[in-house]
């Protein structure tokens, strides 16, 4: 009787899932952002996997005999002042964006899901992780990411740590302000009086709720991610050389991009198109998930 009575509590009319999905699904296709967002995010991605099929050069491997030569049938985007093939190491380098990107947004979405739900229902502890987010927000991003890799050192794997750390309270924050309002729902209310565990109200019932706007943050924190990874690249704190990367491909060309203009086009076009991609996507998703944002617009 009890469970279902706070089944009758919380739910509304119900939509067969079959019929849910068909519907998610067709106005997924029927908006031109999400879908033109995929397809950048999908065609990178696949890039991504298809690196050592795409090109047959080594993206480390030197030929100084080959330097500075513009794009051509044998090097497409031209070749870097060590004869080392750009088109090459852009596809290479697309792997570790991408995977600094996927990487950060696994981590900040677990932990921040994690901190935004548990502050947003334990009042006690609300006020102490909001002050500690509140702290590291007041930091611009590239400069706490600096800061975290100065006392870490330039490796992949802390890239990810470092701007893992500058966007959980942004992932946090997003959480909480959607579960404070799931938690003062009447079926919640309901499921407490009933004898409801904490864990299973935080996790079973105001959990669910959550994951529309975190799927959506999601998408931007992956665009912010792969851009500030670039950045901290270009500046010599990100990941090393001769690893390709698109931030130390652009620093590789910046002193000489008068006489080789490739080297800072390419990889700068593929830093717009991913970012383009994912925001677009992010775009279309928030449309799609947020019904609020729907209204507005009508």
């Known amino acids: 009787m009890e469970t279902s009575s706070v089944t009758m509590i919380g739910t509304q ?38 690196a050592p099929v795409l090109t047959s050069y080594n993206p480390i491997e030197m030929n100084v005999q080959d330097r500075l030569k513009p794009p051509s049938a044998n090097h497409w985007f031209g070749t870097d002042e060590f004869g080392r093939d750009v088109f090459t190491r852009v596809v290479y380098g697309s ?70 750390v500058v966007y959980i309270p942004t992932v946090a924050r997003a959480i909480r302000s959607v579960a404070i ?52 690249s270009f500046l010599g704190a990100g990941t090393p050389p001769p690893e390709p990367s698109w931030g130390n491909i652009l620093n590789d060309g910046r002193t000489i991009m008068k006489q080789a203009w490739w080297m800072t086009v390419f990889p700068g076009l593929s830093i717009m198109m991913t970012v383009l991609g994912l925001n677009l996507l992010g775009d279309g998703l928030r449309d799609l998930l947020d019904p609020h944002t729907n209204k507005a617009k009508k």
Request: with cysteine.
């Open 13 to 50: 009319t119900a939509t067969p899932p079959k019929h849910h999905a068909k519907i998610v699904i067709n106005r997924f296709f029927a908006n031109r952002l999400a879908v033109s967002g995929s397809i950048l995010v999908l065609l990178i991605t696949l890039i991504c996997i298809l």
């Open 95 to 164: 792997r570790i964006s991408m995977g600094v990107g996927f990487s950060v947004v696994m981590i900040t979405s677990i932990i921040g899901l994690i901190f935004g739900l548990y502050s947003a229902y334990y009042r006690r502890l609300d006020n102490f992780l909001m002050r500690i987010n509140d702290g590291l927000m007041a930091f611009p991003a590239i400069l706490l990411a600096i800061a975290i890799l100065a006392a870490l050192g330039p490796k992949m794997s802390n890239v990810i740590i470092a701007l893992s």
């Open 181 to 232: 309002t799931v938690r003062e729902q009447t079926y919640i209310e309901a499921i407490r009086a009933l004898g409801g565990k904490s864990w299973r109200i935080i996790w079973l019932h105001i959990a669910p709720n959550c994951l529309s706007p975190l799927i959506v943050q999601a998408t931007f924190i992956f665009a912010y991610a792969v851009i500030t990874e670039a950045s901290l």
